[in-house]
């Protein structure tokens, strides 16, 4: 193939010569007329080219092609260092070439358009594109008109766009309609958008392969549909835990070239019924009662997370539960071995074989049961007590601009594990301390009241007394709404187990008003009495249980992205690219 597709000529970019080669896997090209000492050579891996159109063309801020003739241009992925995070920047690169004849153009343009297809087997032709128009600073929509729809269509991409009317829309969209022809879906938005298609897909996978997402046992099929993030909300974790920064044209560039990066999901259940999905955060205690009180103050945007976080650290919080947890085996990683999860992991390309053993025999890949979590020899369930300021589970690192390194920076993508942090009732300094370390690169576990544990699902529970307590709550009030809300859900449950109807009440967006009267948050400073229990956040929405079971699904979904690409290893080692130690992103 390589030999097949190898087209080699002298071109011009300008008015310097360069002699070109496009072997199947790059195109590269190189100055003459320039001592060997000073020749550099571009180097474009195809599987990173974005288009390639006839003449001399511009796209921005609108298309412009001149010279059809003899000229091509090739647009491609362009890297540079993002400033603040991690993560690459992804720019679209434009090279325009010229040829000494027509005939050496069209044999440029079919060959790289043929290396292309052959190489890019994932490039999205058909997507479905939800944009939030409230998201974040309400900018979903000029962000995909000005900014991706131009790339889209330079890489040939027809999109269905659907600007959302409501909350949950999207979500409903992808589990009842027809979405044949579609290689992906497209959110415009935040982490809630991304949770609505989440939900939508996953749930729309199950009922059609008969599987049902209450049971915690049941093996779920991952969804075939790609996940793309236009990152427009007000937190993009997920878009930044998984890209490494938060910028739409990188985005965009990453579902162009069909990068598949896949996703461990965890799902959330009380009482044998499937409240909700997660991938960035379940947490108990602080986390819980920072969103409780952040509902409070939408108004103030984005910055309402670090006014009830002040709020909530003052109020000196902390919850007794118990927590049972299923350990992953700690031979293949752990959440203290100091690594971190890039572009290209090793630990989650392990974790496909592990999790899909006979990924060609799909009979034995979605029908088995994870018969109660206990046929796996990698360890017993554990049990622990006590008073906790939060209980945290994660299912990646869950990096994000307030925390580069994110709740747990050894987490991996997609081994299958997510890991569970356990903060102890400790003096307010010591837990300031563990919450500061989270803006730092200091090890926020190397704490004594710390522990951290790479778990494969989690059961969290209420002692007795505190049971009691928060049934006295309801009876007297306060946490009226909850017991209702749980009722309301049984009975939901009940009488029809439609997963339409378990997918309203479970992701319904709103917070009723008996709930937001439930809220457990009451500042330390200023009320005699504090709630016994807090609430769980998952993903940014406040779930109406406090006993649950989390279960995490390995690579359950699939996202148009690959992972951190590590800032320091950009480097060009083209020439000798077969003799490089060093893990090499331009030349792959
Ligand atoms: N048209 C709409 N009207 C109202 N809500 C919507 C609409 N479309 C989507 N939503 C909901 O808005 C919520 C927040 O959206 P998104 O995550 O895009 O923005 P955000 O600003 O990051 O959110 P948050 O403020 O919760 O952090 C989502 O949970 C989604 O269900
Ligand atoms: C003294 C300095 C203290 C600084 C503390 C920094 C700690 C930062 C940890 C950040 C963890 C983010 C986890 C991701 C949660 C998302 O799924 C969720 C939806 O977007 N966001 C929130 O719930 C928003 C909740 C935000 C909680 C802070
Ligand atoms: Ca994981």
Redesign the pocket.
């Known amino acids: 193939m390589e030999t097949d597709l190898r087209l080699e000529s002298s071109l011009w970019v300008g008015n310097k010569r360069y002699r070109a080669v496009l072997t199947g896997w790059h195109l590269r090209w190189t100055e003459v007329d320039k001592k060997d000492r000073d020749k550099k050579t571009i180097s474009v891996p195809v599987a990173e080219v974005v288009g390639v159109e006839e003449g001399r063309v511009e796209i921005l801020p609108q298309k412009l092609v001149e010279d059809k003739d003899k000229e091509f241009t090739v647009f491609y992925v362009k890297r540079s260092s993002s400033g603040g995070s991690f993560g690459l920047l992804w720019r679209l690169g434009r090279t325009q070439f010229s040829c000494p004849s027509r005939v050496l153009r069209d044999q440029w343009t079919k060959q790289l358009r043929t290396a292309l297809k052959t190489h890019s087997p994932l490039r999205p032709h058909r997507l479905l594109v939800f944009i939030?128009?409230?998201?974040?600073k309400r900018k979903?929509r000029k962000i995909y008109h000005s900014l991706v729809a131009p790339l889209f269509e330079l890489a040939g991409i027809s999109s269905h766009v659907i600007?959302?009317?409501?909350?949950?829309?999207?979500?409903d969209h992808l589990l009842k309609k027809d979405l044949t022809g579609f290689d992906g879906v497209v959110?415009v938005?935040?982490?809630?958008?991304?949770?609505?298609i989440l939900h939508g897909l996953i749930g729309r996978t199950q009922q059609e392969a008969g599987l049902c997402e209450n049971d915690p046992a049941v093996t779920l099929q991952p969804c075939s549909l790609h996940i793309g993030i236009i990152p427009?909300?007000?937190?993009?974790c997920v878009c930044y835990a998984t890209v490494g920064v938060i910028d739409p044209v990188t985005s965009a560039l990453h579902i162009i070239i069909g990068d598949s990066q896949p996703l461990d999901v965890c799902s959330v259940h009380h009482a044998s019924a499937l409240v909700r999905y997660s991938v960035s955060l379940v947490g108990y205690g602080f986390y819980g009662d920072v969103l409780a009180e952040s509902e409070k103050h939408?108004w103030m945007g984005?910055l309402r997370y670090d006014y009830s976080g002040a709020m909530v650290y003052l109020s000196n919080r902390s919850y007794a539960g118990i927590i049972q947890y299923l350990p992953a085996d700690p031979m293949i990683s752990t959440p203290r071995d100091k690594t971190r999860c890039l572009s290209g992991c090793s630990v989650c390309s392990r974790s496909t074989e592990r999790l899909f053993p006979h990924s060609s025999d799909s009979a034995s890949l979605y029908s088995s049961h994870f018969s109660q979590f206990s046929s796996d020899s990698e360890g017993e369930w554990q049990s622990v007590e006590g008073r906790f300021k939060c209980v945290s589970l994660t299912c990646m690192s869950s990096s994000c601009p307030r925390s580069p390194l994110g709740l747990s920076p050894s987490a991996h993508l997609a081994d299958g594990t997510g890991d569970l942090i356990l903060v102890w009732d400790t003096h307010p300094l010591g837990f300031l301390k563990f919450l500061h370390r989270h803006t730092s690169t200091q090890d926020q576990f190397d704490l004594p009241f710390v522990e951290v544990h790479r778990v494969k699902a989690i059961r969290f529970l209420l002692p007795s007394s505190d049971k009691a307590e928060e049934a006295y709550e309801e009876i007297m009030g306060q946490g009226h709404g909850r017991a209702e809300e749980e009722r309301g859900y049984q009975e939901t449950v009940n009488r029809s187990s439609s997963q339409q109807h378990l997918a309203e009440k479970s992701t319904g967006?709103e917070m009723t008003n008996e709930q937001k009267t439930a809220s457990p948050f009451l500042c330390g400073l200023c009320c005699s009495k504090s709630p016994s229990v807090s609430v769980w956040n998952c993903d940014?929405?406040i779930l109406p249980f406090t006993e649950i079971l989390c279960r995490i699904h390995g690579q359950l979904v699939r996202l148009y992205a690959r992972g951190i690409e590590d800032s320091t290893n950009i480097h060009d080692c083209s020439e000798q690219h077969d003799k490089c130690e060093r893990r090499c992103i331009l030349n792959k």
């Open positions: 939030n128009p409230f998201g974040g979903g600007v959302t009317e409501w909350a949950n829309q999207a979500r959110c938005g935040g982490d809630g958008m991304f949770s609505e427009a909300g007000s937190t993009d939408r984005p967006r940014g929405e």
